[in-house]
């Protein structure tokens, strides 16, 4: 982190000169801020002076904010929390409770203090969460189906899963892997993300399109809403910018989860 500051602040007068750089509010660090564009790749390097979020954080936060101003009094699982946005709803909410996902490890023990949780089957009982919020998790997901309806089936009535996701517009899903008996089976060449916890990285299952919405709906009940848009005002701008929210009915619906 201390080399990354240092290396953003000296190319600071150059990325000042070029005219890559604007004013606005970040919502991660909720101040006054400078958005340095050190590369071309905006989704990963459009940053925050400050906090050094990234866009897809800024419009996560953005959103949290809108939509629940009060958020900071509810009950929050995040699974795999990683960067600057997951830190600040660490810090400023009471009821927080973060997971990571370590394949060894079963559902609701821990490593190195950290719980384990797997979205496909969780530990937690029915109904404990206001809020679930996952980063850039449901591309690798191997089963999206279960995990979604254990999303649901983990939040409040009324409660709601807030995430971020590669979404491809104008595309239908394409499913990359799938978990067989013998283990992963690929339908196209493998393709893996950066993974804090894992430095083998995370394997791609799904480019998800436009159809995610549906997708959800059938496997929870939940009804989902994206937000979308570019607003260099608050620094996002970029590629997969999307912010989705999926609601849990408050009055259970006969039959659903």
């Known amino acids: 982190m201390i080399r990354r500051q240092v290396e953003i602040i000296l190319a600071l007068p150059r990325l000042i000169l070029s005219g890559r750089t604007n004013s606005g509010y970040c919502h991660v660090c909720r101040r006054k801020t400078m958005f340095l564009k050190t590369g071309d790749w905006l989704r990963d390097q459009y940053l925050c002076l400050f906090c050094h979020s990234i866009p897809r954080q800024r419009a996560l936060l953005r959103v949290l904010e809108t939509e629940y101003p009060r958020w900071r009094d509810l009950r929050i699982h995040e699974s795999s929390p990683c960067g600057p946005a997951s830190e600040m709803i660490r810090q400023q909410c009471q009821g927080y409770l973060g997971s990571q996902y370590f394949p060894d490890v079963p559902s609701g023990s821990r490593r190195n203090h950290v719980r384990c949780e797997n979205l496909e089957k969780m530990s937690f009982v029915d109904s404990e969460f206001d809020l679930v919020i996952t980063q850039d998790v449901f591309e690798h997901v191997l089963r999206p189906d279960r995990a979604f309806s254990e999303i649901c089936r983990t939040l ?14 104008g595309r239908k899903t394409i499913t990359r892997a799938i978990a067989v008996a013998e283990g992963i089976k690929f339908i196209h060449e493998p393709v893996y993300h950066s993974n804090p916890v894992d430095d083998a990285g995370s394997l791609v299952a799904t480019d998800w ?12 009940g939940m009804v989902s809403t994206v937000f979308s848009g570019k607003d260099t005002r608050f620094g996002i701008d970029g590629e997969f910018l999307e912010v989705i929210i999926s609601r849990k009915a408050t009055i259970p619906l006969e039959g659903s989860v």
């Not at 409040?156 to 517009?169: D, E």
């Not at 919405?213 to 929870?220: E, G, N, P, Q, T």
């Open 209 to 220: 399109g436009d159809d995610i919405i549906d997708f959800i709906a059938s496997v929870s």
């Open 156 to 169: 409040k009535p009324g409660g709601a899963h807030l995430f971020t996701v590669p979404l491809y517009k």
